[in-house]
Nanobody, 119 residues
Framework: QVKLVESGGGLVQAGGSLRLACAAS????????MGWYRQAPGKQRELVAS???????NYADSVKGRFTISRDNAKNTVYLQMNSLKSEDTAIYYC????WGGGSWIHYWGQGTQVTVSS
């Protein structure tokens, strides 16, 4: 089992910045993928950004150039630096951890943290 604890959400004005953090604990595989998803009211959950334990990052087109994902493998922590926030970034942000096992990806989710951008 893997436990994910998120922090850093809140209320910010448009154009502002926030930094989310997600600490993973438990049975952490050395090869894994961590990322952030978000879900706005009435919409499906969508990928924001992901980062493997080693390799290249991946971003949704809507956040490219504004958000930066990074990780500290020694601390099993992933971060999401969000700059130039827009009202459409308002959503619950969920941390995701996955590793490959038994022929499929095994996913774990954080409890979610609210990000509200006021215009």
């Amino acid at each position: 089992q893997v436990k994910l604890v998120e922090s850093g959400g809140g209320l910010v004005q448009a154009g502002g910045s926030l930094r989310l953090a997600c600490a993973a604990s438990g049975r952490i595989f050395s090869i894994n993928l961590m990322g952030w998803y978000r879900q706005a009211p009435g919409k499906q959950r969508e990928l924001v950004a992901s980062i493997p334990s080693s390799g290249t990052t991946n971003y949704a087109d809507s956040v490219k150039g504004r958000f930066t994902i990074s990780r500290d493998n020694a601390k099993n922590t992933v971060y999401l630096q969000m700059n130039s926030l827009k009202s459409e970034d308002t959503a619950i942000y969920y941390c995701n951890y996955r590793n490959w096992g038994g022929g499929s990806w095994i996913h774990y989710w954080g409890q979610g943290t609210q990000v509200t951008v006021s215009s």
